[in-house]
């Protein structure tokens, strides 16, 4: 079984190359233009609260490494860097060439160079810190939501929480809609491009980790604003409409995570920009409601404007 040396210089140490000194001393050395600001963000994944003990690793390191690209992209800025901690119940080779394969896979496809971190023996653990850059001033802020200004999302939700809902055994899906769900959950692809692309179009964002409902009202938390999203115009795969439990599906649609799109606010003014943006990068962006002055409620409303009933809380780490 190799050391936490051998683990290191085998299977996570590449040559550096944008950093001035990457895996291998005591700290790594980076540096940062002048004319640009740092993002850093981290992220954990725990085996039995994010992951199940038998997931594909190379998925697993696909996804560890995703969901901090995602809070990149949230913020519009551009992946750099990472660093790894990895803590392990032990140094099995064959897991850790898969799951080295699956993070570099990503991070090759993002421009990310990991350039340190740290391994350890104990229950499986995946923490993961990435930095990224962007134009000062430029960032996409959640407390930039002002009345009166459109809320659109990136692609669909849900797909992940059903996807983890077949795989729990609470709903049977077809053959195709199980591919789909599954790959949303298992290797999501965070939304970096859009996220460049809205530096100075939107004037707040976040990804959606924890539910669309939830994740929204993180946004007008931060920004002292209400809003009203409509129900019928959420965009919805095809997996989803065509679930056989409706009910479950409204929750998936609603309170499920792990989808890792964007939902942004931008002023009504921009609504061409917008739909042209989804043309230039060929991703749906769907208008879905919009911000409303009052409490940092969400109000679900049908076609006609009557109130939908949410039932959706989305995820809390802290909830049993």
Not at 75 to 98: C, F, H, I, K
Not at 224 to 245: H, I, N, Q
Not at 266 to 279: F, G, K, N, Y
Request: glycine share 10%.
């Amino acid at each position: 079984m190799p050391s936490e040396f051998e683990v290191i210089a085998r299977f996570f140490t590449r040559p550096a190359r944008t950093a001035m000194l990457g895996v291998g001393d005591d700290s790594a050395l980076v540096r940062i233009p002048a004319d640009l600001a740092l993002a850093v963000t981290t992220d954990m994944m725990v085996e039995g609260t994010h992951f199940l003990p038998d997931c594909d690793p190379a998925k697993l390191g696909h996804k560890a490494l995703a969901v901090n690209v995602s809070d990149l992209a949230a913020m519009g800025a551009d992946p750099r860097w990472a660093t790894l901690s990895l803590v392990l119940p032990e140094a099995n080779e064959t897991w850790l060439e898969n799951f080295a394969r699956g993070l570099f896979d990503l991070a090759s496809r993002y421009g990310v160079e990991l350039i340190g971190g740290d391994t350890t023996r104990g229950p499986r653990t995946i923490s993961i810190t990435a930095l990224g850059t962007l134009p000062p001033g430029m960032a996409l802020r959640r407390d930039g939501a002002r009345v009166g200004e459109d809320i659109w999302a990136s692609g669909t939700t849900g797909d992940a929480a059903l996807g983890l809902a077949h795989q729990r055994g609470t709903v049977k899906l077809s053959d195709a809609a199980t591919r789909h769900c599954l790959a949303r959950l298992d290797t999501p692809l965070p939304r970096v491009e859009l996220g460049r692309r809205l530096r100075g179009l939107a004037s707040s964002a976040i990804d959606v980790s924890d539910g669309l409902l939830a994740d929204l009202g993180h946004i007008l938390e931060r920004s002292g604003v209400g809003a009203e999203v409509w129900f019928d115009k959420l965009p919805r795969s095809r997996a989803l409409t065509e679930c056989p439990d409706a009910t479950l599906a409204r929750e998936c649609l609603l309170g499920g995570g792990d989808d890792y799109e964007l939902l942004f606010t931008v002023p009504q003014e921009r609504r061409a920009a917008m739909l042209a943006l989804a043309t230039d990068i060929g991703l749906p962006l769907t208008r879905i409601g919009c911000i409303a002055a009052g409490d940092p409620i969400v109000k679900l409303l049908d076609d006609a404007g009557r109130p939908v009933a949410t039932g959706a809380g989305g995820f809390d780490h802290f909830r049993t």
